[in-house]
């Protein structure tokens, strides 16, 4: 899939979550229904602590606050297209797993980032998986991403290996001279 591609739908992605999360809150915030019956509940709550993982560690006395989580999401936002383009650009098989996996981890960075900075109460969550925890569609698009990764990981497991014994400051040289090439013939990275 050509770079353009991947960041039309990554786009398409987020404005779907942000759509959606615009609407309850302006339409729902006060809805509650069971969507299936002791499972899943329509339940719109405002996330103060900006994470799943921080919620979990808000259990036992842990807060780790908004700026390292967006330090995290910038972090994850420019080395994730960087490993895989790495990778897709070392094994030789189809890639379409591995854009997949772009596509859906990068939506769900952006929107984690703007829910952290949009939203003044905290990120919007809707979908109460009982009794567990409240996610939204951002959650979704993160395990899409990861099953899609690893399941290319799995499909490719040994050219994988062998690609990941560089180090990391390789990987970022490389990509560097690829983008370098790729701009002085006028193409799109992912051609």
């Known amino acids: 899939m050509k770079t353009q591609a991947i960041l ?7 404005v779907i979550d942000q759509s959606i999360k615009i609407i309850i809150f302006n339409f729902y915030g006060d809805t509650h229904f069971e969507i299936i019956p002791f ?3 329509f339940k719109p709550t405002f996330n103060i602590k900006h994470s799943w993982v921080n919620t979990l560690l808000n259990q036992i006395g842990i807060n780790i606050g908004l700026v390292p989580h967006v330090i995290l ?10 490993y895989f383009s790495f990778f897709r650009s070392k094994i030789s098989s189809d890639k379409k797993l591995v854009d997949l996996a772009t596509i859906f981890i990068m939506a769900a960075v952006v929107c984690a980032l703007l829910g952290n900075l949009a939203w003044a109460r905290g990120t919007l969550d809707y979908i109460y998986l009982k ?3 409240v996610f939204d569609l951002k959650d979704v698009y993160i395990d899409f991403g990861l099953a899609a990764f690893l ?5 490719n497991k040994k050219e994988l290996e062998l690609a990941t ?13 690829r983008l370098r090439h790729t701009r002085r013939k006028g193409q799109t990275p992912h051609q």
Request: glycine letters at 2%; zero cysteines.
């Open 8 to 14: 039309i739908w990554i786009l398409v992605l987020i």
């Open 39 to 41: 499972l899943l509940e």
């Open 73 to 82: 999401f910038v972090a994850i936002g420019i080395t994730t297209p960087i």
């Open 131 to 133: 009794p567990l925890f």
């Open 151 to 155: 399941i290319y990981a799995f499909k």
């Open 165 to 177: 014994k560089v180090k990391a400051k390789d990987v970022f040289m490389e990509t560097i001279d």
